[in-house]
């Protein structure tokens, strides 16, 4: 299905908010009410990070639903040896001015394209899927039915962990966490990796859902092939990749 491109715009933003999601994530929380700003579910952002004298461009996803008008949120995990993305963990503070321009990608969903979805994501691959999450909620579409499988090392590290609790008391949205490398004495979710057992019990009428995948490169090839073994079909399965 062919989507009507949102026009992409270049325009300099404020910093009103920053959150401490979890250790090593932070949300920065910008004021675009000076912009007439549209996007789909799941796009990102290019962000102009000043660094040492030069200017450094990287890709954010973008984290709140385009329901959301006044303010676009972009969250950011800091990455070992990550010039942009320590800086924009590390320094900044409200007031603080950027260079945006986008949206794009073609990672999106929009409710014509299928009402029973199923996001699986790793560490901050969580970002896109939460603005879907969020639209879902947002938009109020009901008859939409989301189950999304996160993946983390620790449970300190699971963005946006509260925010996900609430979610998962709606009806038509289910929230399955799993730990891979430590977990709390009392943790009631999975431990280990996304697996084929992991999927057939938690996901309904496997083959007609729509799929969305993001994560590092391994983890999305990993489950993307565990899904096509299961009978569904690559048309079904969409990709984003974060390196």
């Known amino acids: 299905m062919e989507l009507e491109k ?3 715009k270049e325009f300099k933003a404020k910093v009103i908010k920053v959150i401490q999601e979890t250790p090593s994530t ?39 639903p385009p329901t959301q008008k006044e ?20 320094r900044v503070k409200e007031g603080d001015e950027f260079l945006l321009k986008g949206p794009y990608g073609k990672f999106v ?14 560490g901050s691959g969580i970002v896109p899927l939460m603005c879907i999450l969020r639209y879902i909620v947002s938009a109020k579409l009901e008859q939409v039915k989301a189950t999304l499988l996160y993946s983390n090392t620790h449970y300190e590290e699971i963005i ?6 609430k979610l998962d008391k709606h009806s038509n949205i ?8 430590s977990h709390p004495p009392d943790w009631k979710g999975y431990t280990g990796r996304i697996n084929v057992e992991m999927i057939l019990k938690e996901v309904e009428d496997i083959p007609t859902n729509l799929y969305y995948l993001c994560g590092p490169p391994a983890f999305v ?4 092939s565990m899904l096509l073994e299961l009978g569904v079909d690559k048309n079904q399965i969409k990709k984003e990749k974060y390196d």
């Open 71 to 90: 303010t676009l949120e972009l969250t950011i995990k800091k990455v070992p040896e990550g010039k942009a993305s320590t800086y924009l963990t590390e």
């Open 221 to 224: 090839e990993d489950i993307a």
């Open 160 to 165: 946006y962990r509260e925010e996900l609790e």
């Open 26 to 64: 932070k949300t920065l929380v910008f004021d675009i009410s000076h912009v007439d700003f549209d996007f789909y579910p799941g796009q990102y952002m290019m962000v102009n990070v000043p660094y040492e004298g030069q200017v450094l461009k990287r890709a954010y996803s973008i984290a709140s």
């Open 109 to 122: 969903w929009l409710p014509q394209m299928g009402t029973s979805l199923v996001l699986i994501g790793a």
């Open 174 to 181: 289910k929230v399955v966490h799993t730990l891979t490398r």
């Open 6 to 8: 949102k026009p992409v």
